[in-house]
């Protein structure tokens, strides 16, 4: 079936660079990206999203980058802050009620 | 104001036993969502429910599982005969309209443990 996937499960970056964690998609039907958050013992928070018919998003602090070619979905935090440490997901629609999530990268600050 | 609210935040279960999960959806959200997440896993689409009209069950695992959403509010999700293998964090998200367009918030999710 289709699927959602992240290259990196697990990613350390010093306070104040800046990440990108990366996700790969197979669904070429997908036209809808979401980035979540989820903290530890907490539900998944809304970041940022992207539609396919864009290529670059930006919020605070934060950039999705869409690639429909190579089928790959980035998202870049600027300025690391110790609490940007959380689990990141990235999730996929085809344009129904579901969304398909990746399983997810642990993005670790260090001070 | 409140965002989604879920009971038990723990449940320790034995296997075979039945288990209700309860959410209460942010107010005048017309969909609701149950996920479940596993250890390490991303987030498993099981239900979801918009305004009156039949729920997408399309995502329950087994015929064990069920969930029911009165008056268009609160939603249980019911685990019949528990496994070992539904052990898992049980998360719930409602959004003011229909997705996927309309941001989902997540509750803090009910962890269920089934010994």
């Known amino acids: 079936g289709e699927s959602v996937g992240l290259h990196l499960p697990t990613l350390s970056v010093q306070e104040g660079d800046n990440s990108i964690i990366n996700c790969a998609y197979s669904?070429?039907?997908?036209?809808?990206f979401i980035w979540y958050k989820q903290e530890s013992g907490k539900g998944p928070q809304f970041i940022i999203d992207?539609?396919?018919?864009?290529d670059k998003r930006q919020g605070q602090r934060v950039t999705v980058l869409l690639n429909k070619t190579v089928k790959h979905l980035s998202l870049q935090i600027a300025a690391t802050q110790p609490g940007d440490s959380a689990v990141y997901f990235c999730?996929?629609?085809?344009?129904?009620?579901?969304?398909?999530f990746g399983t997810g990268t642990r993005l670790t600050i260090i001070p | 104001g409140a965002g989604v609210s879920q009971s038990p935040s723990n449940k320790v279960t034995e296997k075979g036993k039945d288990v209700e999960l309860r959410c209460d959806p942010i107010?005048?959200?017309?969909?609701l969502y149950w996920y479940r997440q596993s250890l390490g896993q991303g987030l498993e689409f099981l239900i979801y429910?918009?305004?009156?009209?039949?729920?997408?069950k399309s995502g329950l695992p087994s015929d064990r599982f069920s969930a029911e959403r009165t008056g268009g509010s609160v939603s249980t999700l019911t685990i019949q005969r528990t496994q070992q293998e539904d052990s898992a964090v049980y998360l719930c998200?409602?959004?003011?309209?229909?997705?996927?367009?309309?941001?989902?918030?997540f509750g803090p999710g009910t962890r269920l443990t089934v010994l």
């Open positions: 998200a409602s959004s003011l309209g229909r997705a996927p367009y309309n941001e989902q918030f």
């Open positions: 669904n070429s039907a997908s036209d809808y």
């Open positions: 992207i539609r396919s018919n864009m």
């Open positions: 999730a996929e629609n085809q344009g129904n009620e579901k969304l398909t």
């Open positions: 107010s005048g959200h017309t969909a």
């Open positions: 429910f918009q305004g009156n009209s039949a729920p997408d």
